[in-house]
């Protein structure tokens, strides 16, 4: 079976420029996870959803910062303008329903970006 | 609020040496309790879980109790390779409201031959 499947894995761009990353869940998986990885603040949850549906997006960092789910098997994240503190590692994780909070996360390869 | 806290790294180990990493852990409720790892260039990947207190979660020779009396989750190897160079890190998952998981800012280790 295919994991999370997040594309692209390296994006490099200018400040100002529009980036979009994204995301294919595990097929049957419920909940979609966006999370931000960085040496300094290290893992973090940015927002997540389930059944489609953003229910926590308290850890996106400002406005420029939107996610999307139009269906079950794709998700955004996108980042309008960029910035160079923006540069991190991007990665998408997906869990299902029924395991509530005993279940695993499955991860992506992630998307690491670089704004310059 | 939830958190983890894991022992900062780097942790430098020679092979066949035992290792731990400390974890610990402020939640509301009873979470569950995760430990992920991460080789280079990849995704997270869970290592071992444990989803009540008392519980031992083990895999590869890695081993972590859930103990609520010290809101702890250490992991431990008695032998480590060189292979087992990666990051890991520790993880709760709420098991109420939207049953997101929070990480700790993860411990790099390394194994020398």
């Known amino acids: 079976d295919a994991g999370v499947i997040q594309s692209p894995r390296h994006e490099v761009t200018e400040m100002g420029q529009e980036v979009t990353l994204r995301c294919k869940p595990i097929s049957g998986h419920d909940y979609l996870f966006w999370y931000r990885q960085t040496m300094m603040r290290g893992l973090e949850l940015l927002i997540y959803f389930n059944n489609n549906v953003p229910i926590d997006d308290s850890g996106m960092p400002e406005d420029r910062f939107s996610a999307k789910m139009p269906n079950a098997s794709f998700s955004t994240l996108k980042i309008q303008p960029s910035e160079p503190r923006d540069s991190a590692v991007y990665f998408c994780a997906s869990r299902r329903q029924g395991a509530r909070g005993t279940g695993e996360l499955f991860f992506g390869e992630g998307s690491r970006l670089t704004v310059l | 609020g939830d958190s983890v806290t894991q022992m900062e790294g780097p942790v430098t180990l020679s092979e066949e040496a035992f290792l731990t990493i400390n974890c610990t852990y402020t939640a509301t409720g009873y979470p569950s309790l995760f430990w992920y790892v991460q080789y280079p260039g990849e995704g997270l990947q869970l290592l071992l879980k444990a989803t009540k207190a008392d519980d031992k979660g083990s895999n590869k020779g890695f081993e972590a109790t859930y103990r609520k009396e010290t809101t702890s989750f250490h992991l431990e190897k008695g032998s480590v390779q060189v292979s087992d160079s990666a990051v890991y890190f520790c993880?709760?998952?709420?098991?109420?409201?939207?049953?997101?998981?929070?990480f700790g800012a993860g411990t790099r280790l390394f194994v020398k031959a």
């Open positions: 993880a709760l998952s709420l098991n109420t409201g939207g049953f997101k998981t929070i």
